[in-house]
């Protein structure tokens, strides 16, 4: 039995502990915002957190979890839209949308470390998401106006 907060709740799952997190929050949990990409830790559409950092949750058992908190983009606003998701609405990032909870799992991880990132901070930390609709200039730009 793996025991785990999701979104603030207890959760216990009787799964296969290899099982990826990402199949446990999509097909037990019905928390579908978190995407599948490449399954192989890569492309950054599965990005969750881990006690706050942003994780690839297509490569973590859920073992590895065992006991911690766990964040989906589903949890990331409580009552109120979190800041990232209101500078995504204003800068209209997305565009086909299938990346954009992995990127704005990351974004909020960079700023809860650093509130004022620069470019080049932005950069490094959002390189491993990737965009096939290229819609990295707007993410910068919402990371930014978030920040401020
Ligand atoms: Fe996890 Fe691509 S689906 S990094």
């Known amino acids: 039995m793996i ?3 999701v979104n ?8 296969e502990p290899q099982m990826p997190l990402l199949y446990a929050l999509r097909d037990e949990l019905k928390l579908t915002g978190t995407k599948f990409g490449c399954g192989a830790g890569l492309c950054g559409a599965c990005t969750v957190h ?6 690839r949750s297509c490569v973590t058992p859920v073992s590895a979890v065992d006991g911690k908190k766990i964040t989906t983009i589903e949890g990331l606003s409580n009552n109120s839209e979190h800041h990232i998701q209101i500078a995504w609405k204003e800068f209209k990032v997305p565009q086909c949308g299938y990346c954009q909870s992995g990127q704005m799992m990351s974004a909020s991880a960079l700023l809860s470390q650093n509130n004022n990132p620069t470019e080049q901070d932005i950069e490094t930390f959002m390189q491993g998401n990737i965009c096939r609709c290229g819609t990295y200039k707007r993410i910068k730009k919402a990371i930014q106006s978030a920040a401020q």
């Open 3 to 5: 025991s785990l907060t």
């Open 8 to 15: 603030n709740k207890i959760i216990k799952l009787d799964i």
């Open 50 to 55: 881990l006690d706050g950092q942003a994780i």
